[in-house]
Structures are given as C-alpha cells and as structure tokens.
C-alpha cells in the first residue's frame, strides 16, 4: 500500500501564494505518478494537476494554468504544487494521491488509488 503526506497549506490574502508539497512515504518518485486535487465544501473533488515521473505526463487544470505549477524534486524525492495569485474560489482541502499504475490520463480522481489526508487552503482577505 503506498502512502502520500501532503504539507503546506495554510490561510492566505487574494493575491497571495503558497506551495504544497507531497512526499511519497517508502517510494521512490521515480516511475510513479502524483496527483494534486481540491474540494471545497459541497462540491465534487477536482483534479488539479498531475505528474507522471514514469512517461513525463504534466497536467494543470485549464482554469488554474496560469497560476498553477506542478513540479518534482526527484532528490528531495518531492513534487510541489506552487499557487500564485490566489483567488477566494482557491479555498479547498487540496489533497495529494497516487497509484501504483505510474500514468495518468485525464487526471481525475478515479484513476488514483492512494490519497493523503489533505492540507487547507483558505483564500480570504
């Protein structure tokens, strides 16, 4: 069972940044796949961003692209989801997830097995 721990959210003004990261727990980055996802209160959980270490996938969600980066670290054996420019409608648990499959297609929820507990990003002035 592979196990993800996501870290760094916290409460921040509309314009403002932060950078979660996601550690992977007795794995190695290499040839896995890491996925970031949100969900806000009464609302279904959205794919974010992913990244595929094992073929170079990238994704960032259309809606966030401009603000939204996903990367890897693979000595820190960490991948980052940095968040500038934050927006009200940013607040979520944002959570980190993987799978022992390495690839992903279209980033959505149902295609990562294993998920972290989540991390709180509130966006309010």
């Known amino acids: 069972q592979l196990q993800v721990v996501e870290s760094g959210g916290g409460l921040v003004q509309p314009g403002g940044s932060l950078r979660l990261s996601c550690v992977p727990v007795?794995?190695?980055?290499?040839?896995?796949?890491i996925g970031w996802f949100r969900q806000a209160p009464g609302k279904e959980r959205e794919g974010v961003a992913c990244?595929?270490?094992?073929?170079?996938?990238?994704y960032v969600r259309e809606s966030v692209k401009d603000r939204f980066t996903i990367s890897r670290d693979l000595i820190k054996n960490t991948v980052f989801l940095q968040m500038n420019n934050l927006k009200p409608e940013d607040t979520a648990t944002y959570y980190c997830?993987?799978?022992?499959?390495?690839?992903?297609?279209?980033?959505?929820?149902?295609?990562?097995?294993?998920w972290g507990r989540g991390t709180q990003v509130t966006v309010s002035a």
């Open positions: 007795g794995f190695s980055l290499d040839y896995s796949v």
């Open positions: 997830a993987t799978d022992e499959w390495g690839y992903f297609s279209d980033c959505s929820p149902h295609e990562f097995q294993y």
């Open positions: 990244i595929s270490s094992t073929d170079g996938n990238e």
